[in-house]
Antibody
Framework: QVQLVQSGAEVKKPGASVKVSCKASGYTFTNYGISWARQAPGQGLEWMGWISAYNGEIKYAQNLQGRVTMTTDTSTTTAHMELRSLRSDDTAVYYCARGASVYGGDFDYWGQGTLVTVSS | QSVLTQPPSVSGAPGQRVTISCTGS?????????VHWYQQLPGRAPKLLIY???NRPSGVPDRFSGSKSGTSASLAITGLQAEDEADYYCQSYDSSLSGFVLFGAGTKLTVL
């Protein structure tokens, strides 16, 4: 069965960086991409970006350009998302989700979420 | 501010039918891009409920259905059950400069 298992909760200080991992199993990793989304406390979903595990194509949300980096490691079927220069409003649950295409596709499997808390 | 507009909340009694709307614009839903729907139970990750406007993934009850016309899409839930109480999000693609993936702001469904 398809599973996306994310790394554990993180607490970071403002200005630091965080790297969240997403281990995929149960499907051919390189046939899909991985999107990342976040959800601030009590708020809705915000899409952050997408990376193809097939050819490394990347699309980032405009408001995060320059602060976020998404990568995949096909040898370990793991996707990573690094967010830099953290601010308090980056406090959120971060999700990875499987998606075949960023161009109109859906996200059919989701990770369990990783809480990132930014606090001094 | 999301460019896919959903009502903040809807409610219904057990057994009733409710609908949740999702209204976009000419650069997303009105341009023919598909709408997908997700259900998020309290404290849980989102779950794909409807894909490609009106398709249910395996395991999703046929009480859930989707439709799309022009710039608007709708999610209908019939035979409401207590376990349907959740947040529901629509999602589409946007071809504008700020585009790619859009989520609606979400609709809280309360089962009375």
């Amino acid at each position: 069965q398809v599973q996306l298992v994310q790394s554990g909760a993180e607490v970071k200080k403002p200005g630091a960086s965080v790297k969240v991992s997403c281990k995929a199993s149960g499907y051919t990793f390189t046939n899909y991409g991985i999107s990342w989304a976040r959800q601030a406390p009590g708020q809705g979903l915000e899409w952050m970006g997408w990376i193809s595990a097939y050819n490394g194509e990347i699309k980032y949300a405009q408001n995060l350009q320059g602060r976020v980096t998404m990568t995949t490691d096909t040898s370990t079927t793991t996707a990573h998302m690094e967010l830099r220069s953290l601010r308090s409003d980056d406090t959120a649950v971060y999700y990875c989700a499987r998606g075949a295409s960023v161009y109109g596709g859906d996200f059919d499997y989701w990770g369990q979420g990783t809480l990132v808390t930014v606090s001094s | 501010q999301s460019v896919l507009t959903q009502p903040p909340s809807v409610s219904g009694a057990p057994g009733q039918r409710v609908t949740i709307s999702c209204t976009g614009s000419s650069s997303n839903t009105g341009a023919g891009y598909d709408v997908h729907w997700y259900q998020q139970l309290p404290g849980r990750a989102p779950k794909l409920l409807i894909y490609g406007n009106n398709n249910r993934p395996s395991g999703v009850p046929d009480r859930f259905s989707g439709s799309k016309s022009g710039t608007s899409a709708s999610l209908a839930i019939t035979g409401l059950q207590a376990e349907d109480e959740a947040d529901y999000y629509c999602q589409s693609y946007d071809s504008s400069l700020s585009g790619f993936v859009l989520f609606g702001a979400g609709t809280k469904l309360t089962v009375l």
